[in-house]
Protein backbone atom coordinates (compact mmCIF):
# COMPACT_ATOMS: atom_id res chain seq x y z
CA UNK A 1 0.00 0.00 0.00
CA UNK A 2 1.56 3.17 -0.46
CA UNK A 3 -0.05 6.73 1.08
CA UNK A 4 0.87 9.56 3.11
CA UNK A 5 -0.96 7.59 6.20
CA UNK A 6 0.43 4.23 5.73
CA UNK A 7 1.92 4.36 9.27
CA UNK A 8 -1.67 4.31 10.74
CA UNK A 9 -3.66 1.14 11.47
CA UNK A 10 -7.25 2.27 12.31
CA UNK A 11 -9.72 -0.14 14.05
CA UNK A 12 -12.79 0.61 12.45
CA UNK A 13 -16.34 -0.31 13.60
CA UNK A 14 -18.91 1.51 11.94
CA UNK A 15 -22.25 1.62 9.97
CA UNK A 16 -23.47 3.42 7.40
CA UNK A 17 -22.43 6.70 9.02
CA UNK A 18 -18.83 6.02 9.57
CA UNK A 19 -17.86 4.13 7.01
CA UNK A 20 -16.84 6.85 4.81
CA UNK A 21 -14.45 8.04 7.28
CA UNK A 22 -12.72 4.77 7.27
CA UNK A 23 -12.40 4.72 3.67
CA UNK A 24 -10.81 8.62 3.33
CA UNK A 25 -8.10 7.11 5.37
CA UNK A 26 -7.81 3.76 3.56
CA UNK A 27 -7.63 4.96 0.16
CA UNK A 28 -4.57 7.68 1.79
CA UNK A 29 -3.08 4.20 2.70
CA UNK A 30 -4.01 3.83 6.18
CA UNK A 31 -4.21 0.24 7.05
CA UNK A 32 -8.22 0.12 8.14
CA UNK A 33 -9.53 -2.72 9.82
CA UNK A 34 -13.34 -3.09 9.58
CA UNK A 35 -14.76 -4.87 12.36
CA UNK A 36 -18.17 -6.16 11.14
CA UNK A 37 -20.54 -8.84 13.00
CA UNK A 38 -20.50 -12.02 11.95
CA UNK A 39 -22.42 -12.46 8.60
CA UNK A 40 -21.10 -8.41 8.12
CA UNK A 41 -22.24 -5.39 7.98
CA UNK A 42 -26.24 -4.56 7.97
CA UNK A 43 -24.96 -2.14 4.78
CA UNK A 44 -24.51 -5.36 3.16
CA UNK A 45 -27.68 -5.65 2.24
CA UNK A 46 -28.61 -2.81 1.25
CA UNK A 47 -29.50 -2.59 -2.95
CA UNK A 48 -28.72 -1.48 -5.19
CA UNK A 49 -26.89 -5.06 -5.50
CA UNK A 50 -24.75 -6.13 -8.67
CA UNK A 51 -26.72 -7.95 -10.98
CA UNK A 52 -29.68 -7.19 -9.06
CA UNK A 53 -28.82 -10.72 -7.73
CA UNK A 54 -28.80 -9.85 -3.33
CA UNK A 55 -25.51 -10.78 -1.41
CA UNK A 56 -23.76 -9.62 1.04
CA UNK A 57 -20.26 -9.43 -1.19
CA UNK A 58 -22.84 -7.75 -4.06
CA UNK A 59 -24.02 -4.42 -2.23
CA UNK A 60 -23.02 -1.02 -4.39
CA UNK A 61 -23.87 0.76 -1.36
CA UNK A 62 -21.01 -1.23 0.71
CA UNK A 63 -18.70 -1.05 -2.35
CA UNK A 64 -18.51 2.63 -2.02
CA UNK A 65 -18.01 3.15 1.29
CA UNK A 66 -15.46 0.41 1.81
CA UNK A 67 -12.64 0.23 -0.46
CA UNK A 68 -8.89 -0.25 0.21
CA UNK A 69 -9.73 -1.93 3.87
CA UNK A 70 -9.40 -4.96 5.45
CA UNK A 71 -12.65 -6.85 6.94
CA UNK A 72 -12.73 -9.31 10.07
CA UNK A 73 -16.32 -10.39 11.67
CA UNK A 74 -16.30 -10.41 15.28
CA UNK A 75 -19.30 -10.98 17.54
CA UNK A 76 -18.72 -8.30 20.37
CA UNK A 77 -22.04 -9.33 22.30
CA UNK A 78 -19.32 -11.97 23.15
CA UNK A 79 -16.39 -11.47 25.66
CA UNK A 80 -13.96 -13.45 23.56
CA UNK A 81 -14.88 -11.22 20.94
CA UNK A 82 -14.10 -8.00 23.15
CA UNK A 83 -10.97 -9.38 24.08
CA UNK A 84 -10.11 -10.06 20.57
CA UNK A 85 -11.25 -6.26 19.93
CA UNK A 86 -9.06 -4.94 22.68
CA UNK A 87 -5.67 -6.34 21.28
CA UNK A 88 -6.56 -5.37 18.34
CA UNK A 89 -6.92 -1.75 19.82
CA UNK A 90 -4.02 -2.09 21.86
CA UNK A 91 -1.71 -2.17 18.38
CA UNK A 92 -3.70 0.26 16.69
CA UNK A 93 -3.53 4.39 15.81
CA UNK A 94 -6.57 4.97 15.95
CA UNK A 95 -10.54 3.09 17.05
CA UNK A 96 -13.47 4.26 14.83
CA UNK A 97 -17.00 3.97 15.75
CA UNK A 98 -20.26 5.45 14.72
CA UNK A 99 -22.40 3.76 17.47
CA UNK A 100 -24.90 5.28 19.36
CA UNK A 101 -23.62 6.85 22.38
CA UNK A 102 -23.04 4.80 25.52
CA UNK A 103 -22.76 1.43 23.35
CA UNK A 104 -18.86 1.32 23.45
CA UNK A 105 -19.41 1.67 27.32
CA UNK A 106 -21.94 -1.14 27.81
CA UNK A 107 -19.47 -3.29 26.05
CA UNK A 108 -16.23 -2.59 28.01
CA UNK A 109 -14.46 -0.92 24.87
CA UNK A 110 -14.71 2.43 25.12
CA UNK A 111 -12.29 5.28 25.71
CA UNK A 112 -11.49 5.14 29.02
CA UNK A 113 -10.95 1.05 28.73
CA UNK A 114 -9.14 1.53 25.59
CA UNK A 115 -6.86 4.17 26.45
CA UNK A 116 -5.58 2.22 29.72
CA UNK A 117 -4.65 -0.68 27.29
CA UNK A 118 -2.98 2.07 24.76
CA UNK A 119 -2.14 5.53 26.10
CA UNK A 120 -1.26 6.81 22.71
CA UNK A 121 -4.68 5.88 21.45
CA UNK A 122 -6.80 8.38 19.41
CA UNK A 123 -10.40 7.07 19.22
CA UNK A 124 -13.29 9.06 17.48
CA UNK A 125 -16.68 8.72 17.98
CA UNK A 126 -19.56 9.52 15.45
CA UNK A 127 -22.70 10.55 16.99
CA UNK A 128 -25.28 12.09 15.37
CA UNK A 129 -25.62 15.03 18.14
CA UNK A 130 -22.43 14.48 20.22
CA UNK A 131 -21.80 12.09 23.06
CA UNK A 132 -23.38 14.18 25.81
CA UNK A 133 -26.16 16.89 25.51
CA UNK A 134 -30.04 16.92 25.49
CA UNK A 135 -29.95 15.08 21.64
CA UNK A 136 -27.54 12.56 22.81
CA UNK A 137 -30.23 9.63 22.27
CA UNK A 138 -32.36 10.92 19.83
CA UNK A 139 -32.49 8.79 17.01
CA UNK A 140 -30.91 10.15 13.44
CA UNK A 141 -30.46 9.34 9.75
CA UNK A 142 -29.07 10.98 7.19
CA UNK A 143 -32.37 13.30 6.81
CA UNK A 144 -32.48 14.83 10.02
CA UNK A 145 -28.47 15.52 10.42
CA UNK A 146 -29.03 17.53 6.87
CA UNK A 147 -32.01 19.74 8.98
CA UNK A 148 -28.94 20.69 11.23
CA UNK A 149 -28.79 23.72 8.13
CA UNK A 150 -27.52 22.26 4.36
CA UNK A 151 -31.47 21.11 3.82
CA UNK A 152 -32.54 23.99 4.85
CA UNK A 153 -30.49 26.12 2.04
CA UNK A 154 -31.74 23.68 -0.56
CA UNK A 155 -34.81 23.72 -2.74
CA UNK A 156 -36.81 26.10 -5.08
CA UNK A 157 -37.76 29.68 -5.71
CA UNK A 158 -40.94 28.47 -4.62
CA UNK A 159 -41.24 28.30 -1.13
CA UNK A 160 -44.76 26.13 -1.02
CA UNK A 161 -42.57 23.38 -1.86
CA UNK A 162 -39.87 21.71 0.76
CA UNK A 163 -36.84 21.64 1.16
CA UNK A 164 -34.59 19.38 -0.93
CA UNK A 165 -32.08 16.63 0.71
CA UNK A 166 -29.12 16.61 -1.20
CA UNK A 167 -28.65 12.44 -1.98
CA UNK A 168 -26.10 10.46 -1.19
CA UNK A 169 -25.31 10.41 2.14
CA UNK A 170 -24.50 14.02 2.51
CA UNK A 171 -24.73 14.43 6.01
CA UNK A 172 -23.13 11.37 7.26
CA UNK A 173 -19.92 12.36 4.60
CA UNK A 174 -19.82 15.48 5.95
CA UNK A 175 -19.17 14.23 9.68
CA UNK A 176 -16.62 12.18 8.23
CA UNK A 177 -14.83 14.24 6.76
CA UNK A 178 -14.86 16.30 10.16
CA UNK A 179 -13.57 13.18 11.85
CA UNK A 180 -10.78 12.46 9.65
CA UNK A 181 -9.47 16.09 9.89
CA UNK A 182 -9.77 16.31 13.36
CA UNK A 183 -8.34 12.95 13.31
CA UNK A 184 -5.43 13.60 11.72
CA UNK A 185 -4.36 16.92 13.93
CA UNK A 186 -4.89 14.43 16.94
CA UNK A 187 -2.16 12.72 15.57
CA UNK A 188 0.05 15.30 15.06
CA UNK A 189 -0.77 16.09 18.82
CA UNK A 190 0.46 12.85 19.65
CA UNK A 191 3.48 12.59 17.90
CA UNK A 192 4.70 15.43 19.42
CA UNK A 193 3.09 14.25 23.48
CA UNK A 194 2.63 10.63 22.88
CA UNK A 195 -0.79 11.75 24.43
CA UNK A 196 -4.06 10.26 22.66
CA UNK A 197 -7.10 11.90 23.03
CA UNK A 198 -11.11 10.99 22.53
CA UNK A 199 -12.72 13.03 19.72
CA UNK A 200 -16.58 13.47 19.86
CA UNK A 201 -17.76 13.98 15.70
CA UNK A 202 -21.43 15.86 16.37
CA UNK A 203 -22.74 14.42 12.93
CA UNK A 204 -25.58 17.42 13.17
CA UNK A 205 -23.09 20.55 14.14
CA UNK A 206 -20.53 19.23 11.27
CA UNK A 207 -23.54 19.85 8.86
CA UNK A 208 -24.76 22.75 10.93
CA UNK A 209 -21.69 25.20 9.97
CA UNK A 210 -20.93 23.69 6.57
CA UNK A 211 -23.65 25.76 5.25
CA UNK A 212 -21.67 28.57 3.47
CA UNK A 213 -23.25 31.52 5.19
CA UNK A 214 -26.64 29.65 6.25
CA UNK A 215 -25.80 29.57 9.93
CA UNK A 216 -23.47 32.48 10.21
CA UNK A 217 -25.96 35.01 9.01
CA UNK A 218 -28.26 33.83 11.60
CA UNK A 219 -25.81 33.71 14.63
CA UNK A 220 -24.15 37.23 13.67
CA UNK A 221 -27.52 39.22 12.28
CA UNK A 222 -30.33 37.77 13.04
CA UNK A 223 -31.38 37.12 9.73
CA UNK A 224 -32.99 34.17 7.24
CA UNK A 225 -31.58 32.56 4.38
CA UNK A 226 -34.06 31.77 2.00
CA UNK A 227 -33.49 28.72 -0.26
CA UNK A 228 -33.17 29.31 -4.26
CA UNK A 229 -33.57 26.97 -6.98
CA UNK A 230 -29.66 26.27 -8.26
CA UNK A 231 -28.37 29.19 -5.95
CA UNK A 232 -26.94 30.34 -2.94
CA UNK A 233 -29.78 30.68 -0.40
CA UNK A 234 -29.50 34.30 0.45
CA UNK A 235 -31.56 36.75 2.46
CA UNK A 236 -32.65 38.92 -0.50
CA UNK A 237 -33.69 36.92 -3.49
CA UNK A 238 -31.02 36.99 -6.51
CA UNK A 239 -32.13 36.38 -10.19
CA UNK A 240 -32.36 33.24 -11.97
CA UNK A 241 -29.31 31.38 -13.19
CA UNK A 242 -31.19 28.66 -15.13
CA UNK A 243 -31.69 29.23 -18.57
CA UNK A 244 -32.94 26.59 -21.33
CA UNK A 245 -30.10 26.38 -23.89
CA UNK A 246 -30.63 26.25 -27.90
CA UNK A 247 -30.94 22.23 -27.57
CA UNK A 248 -33.41 22.20 -24.89
CA UNK A 249 -31.00 21.48 -21.99
CA UNK A 250 -30.21 23.39 -18.92
CA UNK A 251 -27.41 25.40 -18.07
CA UNK A 252 -26.53 27.78 -15.05
CA UNK A 253 -24.83 31.00 -15.84
CA UNK A 254 -23.61 31.36 -12.02
CA UNK A 255 -22.04 34.84 -10.98
CA UNK A 256 -21.79 37.07 -13.39
CA UNK A 257 -18.11 38.29 -14.06
CA UNK A 258 -16.68 41.44 -12.48
CA UNK A 259 -13.35 41.86 -13.91
CA UNK A 260 -12.66 44.23 -16.88
CA UNK A 261 -10.71 41.21 -18.98
CA UNK A 262 -13.77 38.61 -18.23
CA UNK A 263 -15.90 41.45 -19.28
CA UNK A 264 -13.83 41.84 -22.49
CA UNK A 265 -13.72 38.27 -22.64
CA UNK A 266 -17.56 38.14 -22.68
CA UNK A 267 -17.59 40.56 -25.94
CA UNK A 268 -15.10 38.65 -27.46
CA UNK A 269 -17.15 35.81 -27.29
CA UNK A 270 -20.18 37.79 -28.80
CA UNK A 271 -18.46 39.02 -32.10
CA UNK A 272 -16.81 34.83 -31.92
CA UNK A 273 -20.58 33.91 -32.19
CA UNK A 274 -21.48 36.98 -34.65
CA UNK A 275 -23.95 37.99 -31.95
CA UNK A 276 -22.75 41.73 -31.09
CA UNK A 277 -25.22 42.97 -32.76
CA UNK A 278 -27.90 41.14 -31.79
CA UNK A 279 -27.18 41.70 -27.97
CA UNK A 280 -28.58 45.51 -27.54
CA UNK A 281 -27.10 45.91 -24.21
CA UNK A 282 -22.98 45.72 -25.73
CA UNK A 283 -22.02 49.48 -25.48
CA UNK A 284 -22.18 48.50 -21.75
CA UNK A 285 -19.77 45.42 -22.00
CA UNK A 286 -17.60 47.84 -23.86
CA UNK A 287 -17.67 50.46 -21.14
CA UNK A 288 -17.22 47.21 -18.46
CA UNK A 289 -13.66 46.10 -20.43
CA UNK A 290 -12.36 49.61 -20.30
CA UNK A 291 -12.88 50.47 -16.52
CA UNK A 292 -9.65 50.60 -14.54
CA UNK A 293 -10.97 48.41 -11.97
CA UNK A 294 -12.78 45.55 -11.00
CA UNK A 295 -17.13 46.07 -9.70
CA UNK A 296 -17.46 45.26 -6.86
CA UNK A 297 -20.46 43.83 -5.09
CA UNK A 298 -21.28 47.57 -2.88
CA UNK A 299 -20.96 49.37 -6.13
CA UNK A 300 -24.30 46.64 -7.88
CA UNK A 301 -25.90 47.71 -5.05
CA UNK A 302 -25.99 51.16 -4.94
CA UNK A 303 -26.65 51.03 -8.58
CA UNK A 304 -25.65 53.65 -11.23
CA UNK A 305 -23.55 52.82 -13.88
CA UNK A 306 -21.32 50.09 -12.73
CA UNK A 307 -24.67 48.17 -11.66
CA UNK A 308 -25.93 48.48 -14.96
CA UNK A 309 -22.63 47.24 -16.69
CA UNK A 310 -23.18 43.91 -13.99
CA UNK A 311 -26.41 43.68 -15.08
CA UNK A 312 -25.28 43.68 -19.03
CA UNK A 313 -23.17 41.22 -18.49
CA UNK A 314 -24.82 38.98 -17.04
CA UNK A 315 -27.71 39.47 -19.42
CA UNK A 316 -25.42 38.55 -21.61
CA UNK A 317 -24.29 35.26 -20.44
CA UNK A 318 -27.94 34.58 -20.73
CA UNK A 319 -28.57 35.69 -24.30
CA UNK A 320 -25.14 33.48 -25.41
CA UNK A 321 -26.56 30.86 -23.64
CA UNK A 322 -30.33 30.98 -25.37
CA UNK A 323 -28.18 30.79 -28.45
CA UNK A 324 -25.97 27.72 -28.96
CA UNK A 325 -26.08 24.34 -27.50
CA UNK A 326 -25.70 23.48 -23.25
CA UNK A 327 -22.62 21.33 -24.11
CA UNK A 328 -20.88 24.26 -26.07
CA UNK A 329 -21.85 26.86 -22.83
CA UNK A 330 -20.60 24.83 -20.75
CA UNK A 331 -17.21 24.09 -22.34
CA UNK A 332 -17.19 28.42 -23.17
CA UNK A 333 -17.45 29.39 -20.05
CA UNK A 334 -15.23 27.11 -18.11
CA UNK A 335 -12.26 27.87 -20.91
CA UNK A 336 -12.82 31.48 -20.21
CA UNK A 337 -12.87 30.55 -16.40
CA UNK A 338 -16.59 31.77 -15.41
CA UNK A 339 -18.25 29.96 -12.68
CA UNK A 340 -21.21 28.09 -14.84
CA UNK A 341 -21.80 24.83 -15.58
CA UNK A 342 -24.39 22.47 -17.33
CA UNK A 343 -26.87 20.33 -15.39
CA UNK A 344 -25.96 17.24 -15.57
CA UNK A 345 -27.66 13.42 -14.09
CA UNK A 346 -25.27 11.91 -11.53
CA UNK A 347 -24.46 9.67 -14.57
CA UNK A 348 -23.76 12.51 -16.95
CA UNK A 349 -21.15 13.49 -14.51
CA UNK A 350 -19.30 10.42 -14.07
CA UNK A 351 -19.26 10.19 -18.02
CA UNK A 352 -18.15 14.05 -18.80
CA UNK A 353 -14.89 13.90 -20.25
CA UNK A 354 -12.82 16.39 -18.01
CA UNK A 355 -14.02 13.95 -15.25
CA UNK A 356 -12.44 11.01 -17.18
CA UNK A 357 -9.22 13.46 -18.02
CA UNK A 358 -8.58 14.43 -14.37
CA UNK A 359 -8.56 10.48 -13.89
CA UNK A 360 -11.99 10.46 -11.35
CA UNK A 361 -13.15 7.33 -12.79
CA UNK A 362 -10.86 4.46 -11.26
CA UNK A 363 -10.64 0.93 -12.79
CA UNK A 364 -10.64 -1.20 -9.78
CA UNK A 365 -10.44 -5.31 -10.03
CA UNK A 366 -12.85 -7.68 -8.87
CA UNK A 367 -10.87 -10.86 -9.06
CA UNK A 368 -13.10 -13.14 -7.14
CA UNK A 369 -16.14 -12.03 -9.93
CA UNK A 370 -13.36 -11.75 -13.12
CA UNK A 371 -14.66 -8.22 -13.64
CA UNK A 372 -13.17 -4.80 -13.12
CA UNK A 373 -15.38 -1.77 -12.47
CA UNK A 374 -15.51 1.99 -12.82
CA UNK A 375 -14.67 3.26 -9.11
CA UNK A 376 -15.19 7.06 -8.32
CA UNK A 377 -11.85 8.87 -7.72
CA UNK A 378 -10.68 10.39 -5.48
CA UNK A 379 -12.66 13.22 -3.55
CA UNK A 380 -10.06 15.77 -3.81
CA UNK A 381 -6.88 16.08 -4.63
CA UNK A 382 -3.08 16.58 -3.29
CA UNK A 383 0.02 18.16 -4.91
CA UNK A 384 2.38 15.70 -2.92
CA UNK A 385 0.11 13.06 -1.08
CA UNK A 386 -0.62 10.34 -3.41
CA UNK A 387 -4.39 8.84 -3.45
CA UNK A 388 -5.10 5.66 -4.86
CA UNK A 389 -8.14 2.89 -4.40
CA UNK A 390 -5.29 -0.30 -3.33
CA UNK A 391 -8.22 -2.82 -3.02
CA UNK A 392 -11.85 -3.53 -4.06
CA UNK A 393 -14.04 -4.01 -1.46
CA UNK A 394 -13.63 -6.61 1.31
CA UNK A 395 -15.37 -9.99 1.22
CA UNK A 396 -17.62 -10.94 4.63
CA UNK A 397 -14.61 -12.03 6.79
CA UNK A 398 -12.09 -12.30 4.05
CA UNK A 399 -8.82 -11.04 6.42
CA UNK A 400 -10.38 -12.15 9.58
CA UNK A 401 -8.00 -15.00 10.17
CA UNK A 402 -4.83 -12.74 8.53
CA UNK A 403 -5.29 -10.15 11.54
CA UNK A 404 -6.14 -12.02 14.44
CA UNK A 405 -2.94 -13.63 13.44
CA UNK A 406 -1.43 -10.21 13.42
CA UNK A 407 -2.71 -9.50 16.86
CA UNK A 408 -0.95 -13.16 18.44
CA UNK A 409 -4.14 -14.89 18.28
CA UNK A 410 -2.63 -18.65 17.75
CA UNK A 411 -4.22 -21.11 15.26
CA UNK A 412 -5.41 -23.35 18.04
CA UNK A 413 -7.08 -19.99 19.41
CA UNK A 414 -8.81 -18.95 16.49
CA UNK A 415 -10.20 -22.40 16.06
CA UNK A 416 -11.74 -21.93 19.26
CA UNK A 417 -12.84 -18.67 17.95
CA UNK A 418 -14.31 -20.09 15.23
CA UNK A 419 -15.92 -22.48 16.87
CA UNK A 420 -17.63 -20.77 19.29
CA UNK A 421 -19.10 -18.54 16.44
CA UNK A 422 -17.16 -15.63 17.68
CA UNK A 423 -15.77 -15.02 14.42
Known amino acids: MTGPLTDLRVIEYCDEAGAWAGKLFADMGADVVKVEPPGGSRVRGYPPFLGDEPHPDRSLAFWH ?39 MAELGLDYPDLSALNPGLIMVSITPYGRSGPKSDWVA ?20 LPPVRGLGNQGYQTACHWAVATALVAVLHRDWTGEGQHVDANMHAGANVTTEASSYTWLVARQTVQRQTGRHATVVP ?14 TTGVAPRRPREIASILAWLDDLA ?19 NITIAAVAEGGEEAAIYGAVRDALNFIAEQIDSYDFFVGTQTRGFQCGIIYSPDEVFEDPHFVARGFQVPVEHPELGQTFRYPGAPYGFAASPWAISRRPPLVGEHTAEVLAEAGVTPEEFERLRTAGVV
Open 238 to 251: SSPLQILAKDGRYV
Open 65 to 103: NNTSKRAITLDLEQEAGREVFRRLAAGAAIVLEDQSPGQ
Open 275 to 293: LRDAFTDWPLLEAGANLDH
Open 141 to 160: TDLTVLAGGPEWSNGYDDHS
